[in-house]
């Protein structure tokens, strides 16, 4: 069946550290690729996605993430966190077979220690 | 712009009981959809609609109808609530099918006694 994984239900790390969130995915065909940050009591707001093409991709607030296929993830990074950047980090990948439905992954809580 | 809006923001239910929760947007968009968020599980797809007129089940459709009767709403009803159903509710839509950039909600937190 198809999967998102986040094997971090936490992370901390001090700000202007760097950051690297994984994301590593279950699905037969190409997939769609997205990252989307929850601030509390806040809705989803998207971050980036892949579709096809250069496997590095740039997002907003400075983020990035690389798709890497022989090992089926996704990872996000940013070479030096903020204190705003503290949120929830969810992975998700379309199934174009379903609609092209999002899955998400479970997410990833960000703490950033000052 | 108003984007996606979900009302209420807040309902406490008793077990049993009925009500809907109200999803708008103003984007024009085809595609509009219903997610829980439940702690440790992500967001799972409750139900979808890719136009008016046409909805269908996602992973977790038990308990839950919904209908498209215009571009602009997706209410999504629950019939006799259950405690299993205390969660966060989003509502989220985008254009050009589920490739694109999904808008969501605030999110509608639902708790059932």
């Known amino acids: 069946a198809q999967s998102v994984t986040q094997p971090d239900i936490h992370i901390t790390v001090s700000e202007g550290a760097s950051l690297e969130l994984r994301c590593n995915y279950s699905?037969?065909?190409?997939?769609?690729l997205f990252w989307y940050v929850q601030s509390p009591g806040q809705g989803l707001q998207l971050l980036l996605k892949?579709?096809?093409?250069?496997?590095l991709v740039q997002g907003i607030k400075g983020f990035e993430a690389e798709f890497k296929r022989s090992q089926s993830s996704f990872n996000l990074r940013k070479p030096s966190v903020h204190w705003s950047d503290a949120a929830e980090y969810f992975c998700?990948?379309?199934?174009?077979?379903?609609?092209?439905?999002?899955?998400f992954g479970a997410g990833t809580i960000l703490r950033v220690k000052s | 712009n108003a984007g996606v809006t979900q009302t209420p923001k807040f309902q406490v239910l008793k077990t049993g009981q009925s009500m809907t929760l109200q999803c708008a947007q103003d984007?024009?968009?085809?595609?509009m959809s219903w997610y829980r968020q439940d702690p440790g599980m992500g967001l799972r797809l409750i139900h979808y609609?890719?136009?008016?007129?046409?909805?269908d089940q996602g992973e977790v459709p038990n308990g839950y109808n919904v209908s498209r009767s215009t571009t602009e709403d997706f209410p999504l009803r629950l019939l006799s609530a259950a405690p299993s159903q205390t969660s966060v509710y989003f509502c989220?839509?985008?254009?050009?099918?589920?490739?694109?950039?999904?808008?969501f909600g605030e999110g509608s937190r639902l708790t059932v006694l």
């Open positions: 984007m024009n968009h085809e595609y």
């Open positions: 699905y037969g065909a190409t997939p769609y």
């Open positions: 892949y579709f096809s093409g250069d496997t």
């Open positions: 609609s890719v136009g008016a007129g046409i909805t």
């Open positions: 989220a839509s985008t254009s050009g099918g589920n490739t694109g950039e999904l808008f």
């Open positions: 998700a990948v379309a199934l174009m077979e379903y609609g092209n439905k999002l899955v």
